[in-house]
């Protein structure tokens, strides 16, 4: 595999966190919390889980594909027996999949759940990953499920558009679209058109009304502003491309919080959780520790701009902080 600009960087990353970890074995065992990184630990295999099926899944983009295959290898690591439904759709979907056995759990944004499954307005959603977690229980509670503690990342969809259509716009946040989106075409995925942090929040919280929305392919969504197909395009605030050429793309300010951001939480049937035990929720807790934005950002990028696949950049997280050998 070539070793591209971006894998250098996450590399270098790598490196500085292999001597955050000497210098910090060097010192006291206190396992306090001072913020920085975390550091990985084997994920041992355990013969008790042998036999123990569980299903991941993932909704249907690049990010919670990757997120979906680092998930499903690490708890094959710990000894389950794992297989894979990496494509379900959007959440509704997901959620429908988790409930009716389908599969047995998903990474799904904390906004996300908040909003579309437990009616949340964008504007409540709680601004602390920590808060807005804890939210969440006792309502996946109430349907079987449980939800993990959440990625140290976050995420959220945001109104993007090309920066020389900003400028033109004199559009800097998503209110200044006000007097001026009847003229302007907005394209987003298909569930876009019924999602509070989506068009329905774009219409009903700001007020907007555009000249058409067309529903679009997920990964389309730069295409669409490239080619000068769409004005508009919803994208995420950890797309690969807002950082390798942030130059061209401009994500106009969500000045009235209507497109809440989201740390992703591991859902999984309470059944399912019973059944693998104690390993299944440390795997989960372990292997996500050094999801930060920027890694996030360049597991993202390998899979979209290098085109390299889920399971391989999975893997190599993995490897790379020294979760599996």
Do not use: W
């Not at 807005?132 to 990625?151: C, K, R």
């Not at 559009?171 to 876009?192: F, H, K, M, N, R």
């Not at 130059?247 to 919080?257: M, N, P, R």
């Not at 979209?304 to 902080?321: G, T």
Request: charged share 25%.
């Amino acid at each position: 595999m070539s070793i591209t600009p971006r894998m250098r960087a996450l590399l270098a990353l790598i490196a500085a966190l292999a001597l955050a970890f000497t210098v910090a074995a060097c010192g006291d065992d206190d396992d306090d919390d001072d913020g920085g990184e975390a550091t990985a630990g084997l994920i041992e295999e355990n013969p008790d889980n042998n036999g123990i099926q569980i299903t991941v899944g993932s909704k249907n983009f690049t990010e919670q594909i990757v997120l979906g295959e680092i998930y499903a290898q690490a708890l094959e690591a710990a000894g389950y027996d794992v297989s894979k439904d990496l494509n379900l759709g959007d959440e509704t979907v997901a959620l429908e999949a988790l409930e009716s056995g389908e599969v047995d759990a998903y990474p799904e944004y904390t906004s996300t759940a908040l909003t579309s499954f437990f009616e949340f307005a964008p504007e409540d959603v709680p601004s602390d990953p920590q808060q807005a977690f804890e939210e969440s229980q006792d309502d996946f509670e109430q349907l079987g499920l449980v939800a993990y503690p959440p990625t140290p990342f976050s995420s959220a969809n945001a109104v993007g558009l090309l920066t020389e259509t900003a400028e033109e716009l004199g559009a800097t946040t998503i209110s200044d679209l006000e007097g001026q989106s009847e003229d302007l075409t907005l394209y987003g995925s298909p569930e876009c058109r019924q999602r509070i942090d989506c068009l329905v929040g774009l219409e009903e919280n700001y007020g907007l009304r555009f000249k058409d929305f067309v529903p679009v392919d997920i990964g389309l969504r730069y295409e669409v502003l490239d080619k000068g197909d769409a004005d508009l395009s919803i994208l995420f605030t950890t797309d690969a491309m807002l950082f390798t050429d942030p130059d061209t793309y401009t994500i106009l300010e969500d000045d009235q919080g209507v497109l809440p951001a989201g740390n992703v939480l591991f859902v999984a049937r309470q059944e399912t959780a019973d059944e693998a035990g104690e390993d299944f929720g440390a795997t989960i807790e372990s292997v996500q520790e050094n999801l930060s934005l920027e890694v996030m950002q360049e597991l993202n990028a390998r899979v979209d701009v290098d085109r390299e696949k889920e399971e391989d950049v999975a893997r190599d997280y993995l490897e790379e902080f020294g979760y599996v050998e």
